[in-house]
């Protein structure tokens, strides 16, 4: 079981709290979408999961507490895609997504005809066979960013920890991608915790969100009780329209047009 528990952890860079005795539970199996405006602290929140981050605090996956695992136990269960990977020159994505059966293989040997087996089924669920070739560095950075969900799927974890991973995603591909994931979720059980930059986009992804504001929950529920016109302005600064469809609420941008535009053809 991979329940995910985090119970008053506190996390700073320098004298300044981050994270601010933060406690949360993710089900083992279930999704939760993180929210919250710029330097909330979504990444550092999955960051700290992901073991890269200090913190007070306990952080554990199933009955176990983060610090008490192993580095190379906690790489196998928990596989962080983030916001800004870093890509190894001359790599082939064949190579790159490959790198996820790391933490699998003891030093002793190299990748068994098992590992290459489910490198190549990440790289068609994320539609990448005919690029598998190409240098990494090459690719487009949507196409980057399915090389990178491909070599987490690749680790087969019990806990995904995804950072914005749909920004610069095209509609098609953000789908496809969204739809993956909950696939995996549903078939292996897998423990997901999204940080989304979308909130109409984070609506539809899970059941369960925490808006997170200044390191701090600032509420925590079903998207509609998270993701009201009120909590919005409050903590985004930003007024926006909140309807209500069945497929969970869809945020707009209230603009105000009432400012003369510097660019309105001149009669
Ligand atoms: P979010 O992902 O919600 O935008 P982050 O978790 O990246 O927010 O950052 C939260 C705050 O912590 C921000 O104010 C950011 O500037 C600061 N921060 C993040 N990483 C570091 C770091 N390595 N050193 C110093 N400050 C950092
Ligand atoms: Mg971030």
């Not at 994505?93 to 490198?119: K, N, Q």
């Not at 929950?217 to 509609?224: D, E, W």
Request: charged share 20%; with cysteine.
């Amino acid at each position: 079981m991979s329940t995910v528990r985090l119970h008053n952890v506190t996390a700073a860079f320098g004298k300044r709290p981050v994270l601010d005795d933060l406690s949360l539970t993710v089900p083992s199996g279930g999704s939760l979408a993180v929210i919250g405006p710029n330097g909330a602290g979504k990444s550092t929140l999955l960051n700290a999961i992901a073991g890269l981050v200090a913190y007070h605090g306990e952080i554990s996956v199933g009955t176990t507490p983060m610090r008490a695992m192993a580095r190379s136990t906690r790489a196998r269960l928990v596989a962080l895609v983030p916001q800004s990977p870093l890509f190894p020159a001359g790599m082939t994505v064949f190579d790159y997504v490959l790198l996820g059966r790391t933490p699998h293989i003891p030093y002793w040997r190299s990748e068994g005809a098992a590992d290459v087996a489910i490198t190549r089924m990440s790289i068609k669920a994320l539609d990448l066979s005919d690029l598998e070739d190409r240098s990494v560095d090459t690719l487009s950075g949507g196409e980057r960013q399915r090389a990178v969900l491909a070599r987490a799927l690749t680790q087969e974890p019990e806990v995904l920890l995804l950072d914005e991973p749909t920004t610069g995603l095209d509609l098609g591909h953000q789908q496809t991608f969204l739809e993956l994931v909950e696939s995996i979720r549903h078939e292996r059980g897998t423990t997901v915790i999204s940080a989304i930059h979308d909130l109409t986009v984070a609506a539809r992804c899970a059941a369960e969100m925490v808006l997170l504001s200044g390191g701090v929950v600032a509420a925590t529920g079903s998207p509609a009780t998270v993701i009201t016109e009120d909590l919005v302005r409050r903590h985004y600064g930003a007024a926006v329209e909140v309807i209500a469809t069945s497929g969970g609420p869809v945020v707009v941008p209230l603009v105000d047009q009432t400012t003369p535009s510097t660019t309105e053809p001149t009669k």
